[in-house]
């Protein structure tokens, strides 16, 4: 007689995937000062380094690969950054198409902000 099928739960998907749980990605920010969705608030950081150490040997304990904790740290420590970087990309594009195309982000930046300032002002 055959065994009858076990469903996964969201644990297991994450074992098998190893993706870290945003759980514990959400832990080790908030020990380093980082509230996830919102940015840095180093009130949240009241153990220093002592406190990063001991979560991340709680991550290692529980057997997550470093490269992967890394990887997801990174991006929800990066991801808004980038986001907005993009977007401020958008408005350039829109607001001067010559100087986007010459692709220096940072004069792009510059003649999309003076435009605005002159439009603002």
């Given at each position: 007689?055959?065994?009858?099928?076990?469903?996964?739960?969201?644990?297991?998907?994450?074992?098998?995937?190893?993706?870290?749980?945003?759980?514990?990605?959400?832990?080790?920010?908030?020990?380093?000062g980082v509230e996830?969705?919102?940015?840095?608030?180093?009130?949240?950081?009241?153990?220093?380094?002592?406190?990063?150490?001991?979560?991340?040997?709680?991550?290692?304990?529980?057997?997550?690969?470093?490269?992967?904790?890394?990887?997801?740290?990174?991006?929800?420590?990066?991801?808004?950054?980038?986001?907005?970087?993009?977007?401020?990309?958008?408005?350039?594009?829109?607001?001067?198409?010559?100087?986007?195309?010459?692709?220096?982000?940072?004069?792009?930046?510059?003649?999309?902000?003076?435009?605005?300032?002159?439009?603002?002002?």
């Amino acid at each position: 007689m055959a065994s009858p099928v076990k469903t996964a739960d969201g644990e297991a998907v994450h074992e098998i995937s190893g993706i870290v749980p945003s759980e514990t990605i959400d832990g080790l920010l908030r020990t380093m000062g980082v509230e996830p969705g919102e940015g840095v608030n180093l009130s949240l950081a009241k153990e220093g380094f002592e406190g990063v150490r001991k979560a991340v040997k709680r991550v290692g304990r529980e057997g997550w690969s470093a490269g992967q904790v890394l990887e997801q740290v990174n991006t929800v420590i990066l991801l808004p950054v980038l986001w907005l970087r993009v977007m401020v990309m958008s408005v350039a594009r829109r607001a001067d198409p010559v100087t986007y195309h010459r692709c220096d982000p940072e004069v792009t930046s510059c003649a999309c902000n003076r435009r605005m300032r002159q439009r603002v002002v």
